[in-house]
């Protein structure tokens, strides 16, 4: 069983940056990959995000160019690196493992975390 905590979520004013978190427990982290998904009031989940365990990563058209996704297998913990922050960006953004490769689908993914908020002001 996969523990996931996400971290570094705050409030950030438009045109800032903002670092997330991901630290797994409880799997071998080489095994799965990783994505980043979020979700505002109202909306559906959606996908941001992703990169596998050889480090291949799959983003979002609307956070590319802006995002970053890392992962850093001997510290077991994911990162997103948010740039160029806007308002529609704001939202509880949650990590989440799969084995295998990295997929856009959220139902493909066996493991979640809690969710951190983004919130970024006009």
């Known amino acids: 069983q996969v523990q996931l905590v996400e971290s570094g979520g705050g409030l950030v004013q438009a045109g800032g940056s903002l670092r997330l978190s991901c630290a797994a427990s409880?799997?071998?982290?080489?095994?799965?990959?990783m994505g980043w998904f979020r979700q505002a009031p109202g909306k559906e989940r959606e996908f941001v995000a992703g990169?596998?365990?050889?480090?291949?990563?799959i983003y979002a058209d609307s956070v590319k160019g802006r995002f970053t996704i890392s992962r850093d297998n001997a510290k077991n913990t994911a990162y997103l690196q948010m740039n160029s922050l806007k308002p529609e960006d704001t939202a509880v953004y949650y990590c989440?493992?799969?084995?295998?490769?990295?997929?856009?689908?959220?139902?493909?993914?066996?493991?979640w975390g809690q969710g951190t908020q983004v919130t970024v002001s006009s």
């Open positions: 990169i596998g365990s050889t480090g291949s990563t």
């Open positions: 989440a493992a799969r084995t295998g490769i990295a997929r856009y689908e959220r139902y493909t993914y066996n493991y």
């Open positions: 409880g799997g071998t982290f080489t095994y799965y990959a």
